[in-house]
C-alpha cells in the first residue's frame, strides 16, 4: 500500500513538473511572438514612411525638371532606376554588421540561371513603367497625373488575383471602387485642363501611357510577391535589396540604351546650360530624385516582403493624393472640385485597406491557438 502511495505520488509530482514546463514554454513562445510582430511593425513604419515621404518628392522633383527646362523623357525614365549604386553600397554595410550564417542549407536559394531570369523579366516590366511614366509626367499636369496613377491600386488587385490567388473581402471591393472612381473622375475633367503648350492629342497620350505605367506597376508589384512565395524560399532583407538592386541594374541599362541608339545624349550638355535654375540645381534635381526614388523602392519591396503587392500599393495609393496638394503651392495647378473630391476617395479608400488589415491581425492572432494549413490564399 506504501509502496502504490509512492507511486502516486511520484506521478503527481512529475505531472505537475510537465505542467510548469508546459506553462513556461508557452509563456515564452508567446513573449518571443510578441516581440517578432513588435519588430515587423517597426519595420512596416519605416517602410510606409520611406513610400509616402519618398514618392511624392521624387515625382515632384521630376515635374520641377520639366518645368524648368528640361525635356528629356529618357533622363526621367532613368531617374527611379540609375540611383541603384546608393543601395549597393547600403547593403555591404548592412551585410558587415550582421552576423555569419551557420545554415549549410543551399536548397533553398534559387539557382543562378533562375535568378538571371527573374532580374531580366522584373527590370524590363520596370523599364517598360518607368518609360511610360515620364511620358505622362510630361503631358499632365502633375495634380492629374499623380490622382490618375492612384488606379494602379486596382490592377495590381486584378493581377493579384491570378497570380497570388488574392481574395476580395467587401472592405478591399469598397477600396479598390472608391479609388477606380476617383481616377475615372479625372477622365471627365479633362476639358477643364491647363495644359499650355500641350495638345489635346498629346494629353490624351499622356493620359493613356499614365494608365499604362499604373498597369505596369500593378503587373510588376503582384510579380514580385509570387516571387517572394515561389522562387526565394530565403525571406531577408538581402534578398529584398538583390532583387531592388539588379532589376535596377537591368532596367537602367535598357534605358541607357535607348538614350544613346536616339541621340537624345548629345542635346543634355546644353539642356544643362541653359536651365533655368542653373547649372548646380539641374544636378541637385537630378540626384536627389534618383536617391528619392530609391528609397521609395526600398520601402514598396519591403511591404512587399512584409505584407502583400496590394497592401504595398494602399500605401502608395494614399501618398499620390499629396502630390496635387505640393503641386498647387509649387506649381500652382488648379484645384478643382473634382480634384478635392478625388483626394478625399483616395483617401477613404485608402482607410478601408487599413480597417482589413486590422481584421485580418485580430483573426491571424486568435488562429495562434489553433494553427491550419496554409493554401497559399491571401485576403490581401
Known amino acids: 500500500m506504501d509502496r502504490s502511495q509512492e507511486l502516486y505520488a511520484n506521478g503527481d509530482q512529475n505531472l505537475e ?3 510548469i514546463d508546459v506553462e513556461a514554454t508557452e509563456s515564452s513562445s508567446s513573449s518571443e511572438s510578441q516581440t517578432k510582430n513588435y519588430k515587423r511593425w517597426i519595420r512596416l513604419s519605416i517602410y510606409v514612411f520611406f513610400v509616402l515621404f519618398c514618392q511624392p518628392l521624387a515625382t515632384i522633383l521630376g515635374r520641377l525638371y ?8 529618357y533622363v526621367v525614365t532613368l531617374l527611379p532606376l540609375i540611383g541603384f549604386p ?11 554588421r550582421q ?5 549549410t542549407n543551399v536548397n533553398q536559394s534559387p539557382s ?10 522584373t527590370g524590363l516590366i520596370l523599364s517598360a513603367y518607368a518609360y511610360l511614366y515620364a511620358i505622362g509626367l510630361l503631358y499632365l499636369p502633375v495634380s492629374t497625373f499623380s490622382l490618375i496613377l492612384a488606379s494602379q491600386l486596382a490592377f495590381t488587385a486584378f493581377f493579384s488575383y491570378f497570380l497570388n490567388s488574392q481574395k476580395f473581402t467587401p472592405f478591399i471591393v469598397n477600396s479598390l471602387f472608391l479609388l477606380t472612381v476617383s481616377s475615372a473622375l479625372l477622365v471627365a475633367n479633362t476639358e477643364s485642363e491647363d495644359t ?4 489635346q492629342v498629346q494629353y490624351v497620350i499622356g493620359f493613356i501611357c499614365t494608365i499604362g505605367a499604373s498597369a505596369g506597376i500593378g503587373l510588376l508589384l503582384s510579380l514580385i510577391q509570387l516571387l517572394f512565395r515561389k522562387v526565394f524560399k530565403e ?7 538583390d532583387l531592388t538592386i539588379y532589376q535596377s541594374l537591368v532596367a537602367s541599362c535598357v534605358i541607357l540604351i535607348g538614350l544613346f541608339a536616339s541621340g537624345e545624349w548629345r542635346t543634355l550638355p546644353s539642356e544643362m546650360r541653359n536651365y ?9 534635381t537630378l540626384a536627389s530624385a534618383a536617391i528619392s526614388w530609391q528609397v521609395y523602392t526600398v520601402g514598396l519591396v519591403g511591404l512587399i516582403f512584409e505584407s502583400s503587392s496590394v497592401f504595398s500599393n494602399s500605401i502608395t495609393a494614399v501618398g499620390l493624393p499629396i502630390v496635387p496638394v505640393i503641386a498647387v503651392i509649387v506649381f500652382h495647378d488648379k484645384m478643382e472640385a473634382s480634384k478635392i473630391f478625388s483626394i478625399v476617395l483616395a483617401i477613404w479608400g485608402f482607410l478601408s485597406f487599413v480597417y482589413q488589415h486590422y481584421l485580418d491581425e485580430k483573426q491571424l492572432k486568435r488562429s495562434n491557438t489553433s494553427p491550419v494549413e496554409d493554401d497559399g490564399t491571401q485576403t490581401w
Open 112 to 121: 543562378f540561371t533562375t535568378l538571371v531570369s527573374v532580374y531580366m523579366c
Open 17 to 19: 513538473a510537465n505542467l
Open 196 to 199: 499650355p503648350n500641350v495638345s
Open 86 to 96: 546608393v543601395l549597393i553600397l547600403f547593403n555591404f554595410f548592412s551585410q558587415l
Open 99 to 103: 552576423p555569419k550564417s551557420t545554415d
Open 66 to 73: 520639366y518645368e524648368n527646362g528640361g525635356e528629356s523623357t
Open 235 to 241: 525571406h531577408t532583407s538581402s534578398v529584398v535589396m
Open 276 to 284: 533655368k535654375l542653373g547649372q548646380v540645381s539641374y544636378v541637385l
